[in-house]
């Protein structure tokens, strides 16, 4: 009898892992096919209609979901006047290149009544991401999820949530934002800021004029809830905290982390979460309230308000008007000690890609400067100079043709230049008293990295025009962020804490604030990869730079040839 139980015990576990395997095994990646026509659509919050420029009509726009393994296809129309690009932000575009995005390097914009077929295989990712216009400031409107489930049958490494809830976080402004940036980069200055915070694309009650359209996350009791948020926010770092509810962090730019519990969530724009929500055992018959709001480090003048969305427990006696409600208690504007323990929390669930051996170490400084501005001009910094930013020095000048092209068909010449610094060309206190001179030079340089390069970057805010946290965004590659610290970088010292057991892997990372970090990747997709800072406003002034990664020796090392539809300048 007993072993006849043994037998059959035996057997179902066989069973079991058995179709296990084969739920694995017998994954079919499928493609998946989008249409995002580009329109304008009247969009009224803050009591003012506007156009904006959308996807589908949609605002925020439509949700890409797909399996890891999967391929996506993306047939983008514009209908509007505006160029326009759209970038996966995240996806990693193994041999892809031509489907990154960002204008002017990977391809020229597609204009007014042209389409082009974005194509790309999510490989070894899963989790949130999102996609974006990457040219001017378009991205104010025209962005969205995108969701990468694991493959059928494989688990997430935390019980399977209740439900799955997306919590895109943008910027709205009562002006058109083209005319915002063309107004700021005319004069000199710093552009207008935002009117208001949304949450999936709504202000909430915090604003006059709300009309009471919030967005609501109704919510059972005893559940767990996944929320994938996302900050698309044009130029805000920001805080997000829901009243009386634990979040536990489990992934970060789609990789996952060793959980941890928070109250508070931070997020610079580019960056993507995953926390669960678990609700408590017992219906609530109050309203609590989900609210975000910035973190702000440099000089200039930023939005102060905050964007309230509402939690609730469905089933409770419905009396929706009066109920009773919760504020979460955030983080002042400033509170860099804060954002200093959260980021130092994040830690990778799985870790044994971290090159230990680098074959090239580089040192940025990220920061603004100044440029001098025409005559006929009317700037407003010293001896008529204008704002700008820059890496080691260079103000990063748009190219006419996309950069891309000209690498593939050897057509540099009068496009770009390889000199960019490996190092500062003038070494000063980066962190202390600024130079008198704050001068940079502009130029469309680029590094070049032989393929498979593993490599070491610092970068390291500077102190001219005022320390500043920059939330920095590298293309077609994730990295590991091994260190990070308050004052000026020391090459001797500072290595020795660098974290090469289990660093968070992701796409976008903050330089502190007067400090530095320390990133660790191998170079091992051949392309042309922006690297910017995503507060928008920066990458308007030039703190950009690329990285040209060669082909490999191998076949299945090398870039393909750009697929004939690639958009012309
Ligand atoms: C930006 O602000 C200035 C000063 O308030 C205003 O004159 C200008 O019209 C604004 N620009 C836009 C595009 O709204
Ligand atoms: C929510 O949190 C506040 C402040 O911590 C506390 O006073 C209140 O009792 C909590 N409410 C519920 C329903 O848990
Ligand atoms: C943050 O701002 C508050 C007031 O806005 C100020 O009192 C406080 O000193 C600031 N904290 C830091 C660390 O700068
Ligand atoms: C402005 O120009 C003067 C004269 O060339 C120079 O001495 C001064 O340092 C400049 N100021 C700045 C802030 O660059
Ligand atoms: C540098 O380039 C910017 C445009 O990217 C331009 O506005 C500025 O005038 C240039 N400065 C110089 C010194 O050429
Ligand atoms: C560009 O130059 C490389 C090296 O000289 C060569 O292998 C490649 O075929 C050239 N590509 C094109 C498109 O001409
Ligand atoms: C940046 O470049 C400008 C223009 O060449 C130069 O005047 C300035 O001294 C440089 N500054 C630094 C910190 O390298
Ligand atoms: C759109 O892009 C094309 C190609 O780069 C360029 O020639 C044209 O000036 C752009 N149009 C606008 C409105 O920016
Ligand atoms: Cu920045």
């Not at 042209?114 to 409107?141: D, E, M, P, V």
């Not at 895109?168 to 200055?189: L, P, R, S």
């Not at 003048?301 to 979460?328: A, V, W």
């Not at 540099?412 to 190092?423: A, L, M, Q």
Request: aromatic share 12%; with cysteine.
């Amino acid at each position: 009898m007993a072993s006849c139980f043994l037998k059959v015990l035996l057997f179902v576990m066989l069973y079991l892992l058995l179709t296990a395997e084969s739920n694995t095994s017998m994954h079919t990646a499928t493609t998946r096919d989008y249409n995002f026509d580009i329109r304008l659509q009247t969009a009224t919050r803050l009591c003012e209609t506007k156009n904006i420029v959308t996807v589908n009509g949609q605002f925020p726009g439509p949700q890409i979901v797909a399996n890891e393994g999967d391929s996506i296809s993306v047939k983008v129309t514009n209908y509007v006047q505006h160029n326009i690009t759209i970038h996966w932000h995240g996806i990693r575009q193994v041999r892809t290149g031509w489907a990154d995005g960002p204008a002017y390097i990977t391809q020229c914009p597609i204009q007014k009544g042209q389409t082009y077929t974005y194509k790309f295989t999510i490989l070894g990712q899963r989790g949130t991401l999102f996609w974006h216009a990457h040219i001017s400031w378009l991205r104010a409107t025209v962005y969205g999820p995108i969701i990468v489930l694991p493959k059928h049958g494989v688990p997430y490494p935390f019980a399977k949530p209740h439900k799955e809830v997306p919590i895109i976080f943008g910027e709205w402004w009562k002006a058109d934002t083209e005319t915002v940036i063309n107004q700021a980069m005319q004069a000199g200055g710093v552009p207008n800021i935002s009117d208001a915070y949304t949450i999936n694309g709504l202000p909430g009650i915090s604003y006059e004029c709300s009309g009471n359209h919030a967005y609501k996350l109704e919510v059972k009791p005893g559940r767990t809830y996944l929320l994938r948020l996302i900050n698309a926010a044009l130029n805000d770092e920001l805080f997000f905290s829901i009243a009386n509810h634990t979040l536990t962090v489990v992934e970060v730019d789609a990789v996952y982390t060793k959980p941890f519990d928070t109250d508070v969530v931070l997020l610079t724009p580019g960056q993507t979460t995953n926390v669960l929500l678990t609700t408590s055992p017992k219906s609530q018959n109050f309203m609590f309230l989900m609210v975000a709001s910035p973190y702000k480090t440099g000089p200039a003048r930023f939005d102060k308000s905050k964007t309230i969305g509402i939690l609730e427990y469905s089933n409770t006696n419905k009396i929706t008007t009066n109920k009773p409600f919760f504020e979460p208690s955030l983080p002042n504007y400033n509170d860099t000690n804060f954002a200093t323990k959260f980021s130092k929390k994040l830690r990778s669930l799985e870790n044994n890609k971290v090159p230990k051996q680098v074959d090239k170490h580089y040192f940025f400084t990220v920061g603004l400067g100044l440029t001098p501005c025409n005559q006929n001009q009317k700037c407003p910094g010293p001896n008529n100079t204008k704002l700008v930013g820059a890496v080691n020095n260079v103000t990063f000048v748009e190219p006419k043709t996309a950069l891309l092209q000209s690498h593939f068909f050897n057509k540099s010449k009068g496009v770009y230049n390889t000199d960019f610094p490996t190092n500062p060309l003038v070494q000063f206190d980066y962190t202390g008293i600024p130079p008198k001179n704050m001068l940079t030079k502009n130029g469309t340089k680029v590094a070049v990295l032989p393929f498979n390069t593993r490599l070491e970057l610092v970068m390291q805010d500077t102190s001219i025009i005022g320390p500043e946290s920059h939330p920095m965004h590298l293309h077609g590659h994730n990295f590991f962020v091994v260190g990070q610290g308050f004052g000026d970088y020391d090459a001797k010292k500072d290595p020795k804490n660098f974290n090469l057991f289990d660093p968070v892997q992701r796409n976008t990372v903050s330089v502190p604030a007067g400090g530095w970090v320390a990133i660790r990747f191998t170079a091992n997709n051949p392309g042309v990869w922006f690297m910017h800072c995503h507060l928008e406003v920066h990458t308007s002034w030039g703190l950009t730079m690329a990285w040209i990664v060669m082909d490999g020796k191998k076949p299945n090392e090398k870039l393909p040839p750009p697929p004939s539809d690639l958009p012309k300048c």
